[in-house]
């Protein structure tokens, strides 16, 4: 996660409150129990003495959001007395975390950046002998992965891409016009995928739809991508198809990929702090937090960071990134930082 995203938020002198929804499975009586949820949530806040401006402005964001939704999804807000609301996202929280409310001079998003940092963006491309469609999607753990957008991607070749069946000099040579329609049509594809890639920055290209039609595209897509590509026979038989299978798969590939970015990211900060190029523990990094020195603040899953709102907001005006470290890492005071440049004196942890 790109922590400049949440400069907004900080340009604003506390005190917040901050709102999480626990998403639940939506009944017909969503909306009744969201308000419900809600009062629960607003006497907490009252009781800690909440300013009842940043209150009732948290109140009308969640009473004018989508009862089901709201359910499924969950929900994070932050409210300010002056200000108003400040930030309001979808929130996945898996069940049994419960609801939530703070106020507090900064925000608690801790639990939000997590989420966000876990997410994958992948693109789908679901391809058939002459084009594909092409997806951007979000995937977050308890979600259907979110489609941001989708484009149908039609390959430029004229030549038909079926063969005959029949033998003969005539035949070879139609056989042979549709296997470089098929190789231009995934070629435009590829050429697609790529520039999409310079502008949505996938984490992972996953390649559905037709057999023939998919390898074609995986041949075809340049070597200056760099991104990990992932391919599935499930779901997406063709172009525009799209079914619980891909979405299965989707998650599948995009929490592989989660995982393995987060064990890389433990693998950089044990050899980060043998060359004075990462810290560990809440005093070391809350200091390289404060001189700009955190290139990525990692915090174990599972673990409450020291100082983890005052870690969040010095390095979302340094532009850091936001990682999540594996449960069970161990890192001290859960949390630690690669940095951007060695700190002249080590700081006592």
């Known amino acids: 996660m790109d922590l400049a995203s949440l400069r907004p938020v900080y340009e604003h002198d506390g005190p917040f409150a901050t709102v999480y929804l626990e998403g639940r499975a939506p009944g017909e009586d969503a909306a009744q129990q969201v308000r419900l949820r809600w009062r629960a949530l607003r006497e907490r806040l009252e009781a800690d003495g909440a300013d009842a401006r940043a209150v009732d402005a948290a109140e009308e964001a ?16 932050v409210a300010h007395p002056e200000a108003g609301v400040v930030l309001d996202e979808r929130w996945d929280a898996a069940l049994g975390t419960g609801d939530a409310a703070y106020w507090g001079h900064l925000p608690e998003l801790g639990a939000y950046g997590r989420e966000a ?18 997806r951007q999607e979000v995937v977050a753990e308890q979600h259907t992965p979110q489609v941001r957008a989708e484009e149908d991607v039609a390959g ?4 038909g891409v079926h063969k005959p069946r029949e033998g003969g000099l005539s035949h070879r040579v139609i056989h042979h016009r549709a296997e470089n329609a098929v190789s231009r049509n995934a070629q435009d594809v590829a050429d697609h995928v790529a520039r999409t890639a310079e502008s ?14 998919r390898a074609a595209v995986r041949d075809a897509l340049p070597a200056s991508l760099h991104v990990p590509v992932a391919e599935t026979s499930r779901g997406g038989a063709g172009a525009g198809a799209s079914d619980e299978a891909l979405d299965d798969e989707v998650l599948r590939i995009a929490a592989h990929e989660s995982t393995s970015d987060a064990e890389h990211r433990v693998e950089q900060l044990r050899s980060g702090l043998a060359h004075d190029r990462a810290a560990e523990g809440g005093r070391a990094v809350a200091a390289a937090a404060e001189m700009g020195a955190v290139d990525t603040l990692l915090l174990e899953d599972g673990a ?40 002249e004196q080590s700081t006592p942890g």
């Open 200 to 213: 949505f920055h996938p984490r992972v290209v996953i390649l559905a739809g037709e057999v023939r039609a």
């Open 117 to 134: 940092a876990r997410a994958v963006r992948a693109l789908v491309v679901l391809a058939d002998q002459e084009g594909a469609q092409v």
């Open 62 to 77: 969640i009473r004018t959001g989508t009862p089901g939704a709201d359910q499924a999804d969950g929900r994070v807000v």
């Open 156 to 159: 430029g070749a004229q030549e």
């Open 304 to 343: 409450v960071a020291a100082r983890e709102a005052f870690l969040l907001r010095h390095c979302a005006d340094s532009s850091a990134t936001l990682a999540v470290a594996p449960a069970g890492t161990g890192l001290k005071d859960g949390v630690g930082a690669l940095l951007r440049f060695p700190l």
